[in-house]
Each structure stands twice: as C-alpha cells, then as structure tokens.
C-alpha cells in the first residue's frame, strides 16, 4: 500500500510539472498558474474561502 501511494504522489507531481512546464511554452493554450491565482484571489469571497479551507485542513491533519 505505501509503494501505490508514493507511485500516486509521484504521478501528481510529475502531471504538474509537465502542466507548468507546458504553460509556460504554450500561454495561450494554458493559462500559468500566476494567472490563474491572480484571476481567482481577486475576488474577497475567494480569498476568505481559501483562508477557511487552509485551516480546516491544518486542523484537521496537521494537529495532533
């Protein structure tokens, strides 16, 4: 079960430098995640929900 793991956050890692890799060649095609974040933290709703989210998630995962 750890190997399948590891395969699979290798596998997520690897997608994602090949998507920002192809972002960066193609910007037209693939908007880089600089845009992507700039057009979404734009909005205040988004940001106070990416806020409440990074603190579920640290709650619930990183507090022991």
């Keep these: 079960m750890r190997l399948i793991t590891i395969a699979v956050y290798s596998l997520c890692l690897a997608a994602a430098l090949i998507l920002t890799a192809?972002?960066?060649?193609?910007?037209d095609r693939v908007t880089?995640?600089?845009?992507?974040?700039?057009?979404?933290?734009?909005?205040?709703?988004?940001?106070?929900?990416?806020?409440?989210?990074?603190?579920?998630?640290?709650?619930?995962?990183l507090v022991s």
């Design 32 to 61: 880089p995640v600089a845009g992507l974040l700039d057009s979404i933290l734009s909005a205040r709703a988004a940001r106070i929900t990416l806020l409440v989210f990074w603190w579920w998630l640290g709650w619930h995962f």
């Design 22 to 27: 192809w972002s960066h060649r193609h910007p």
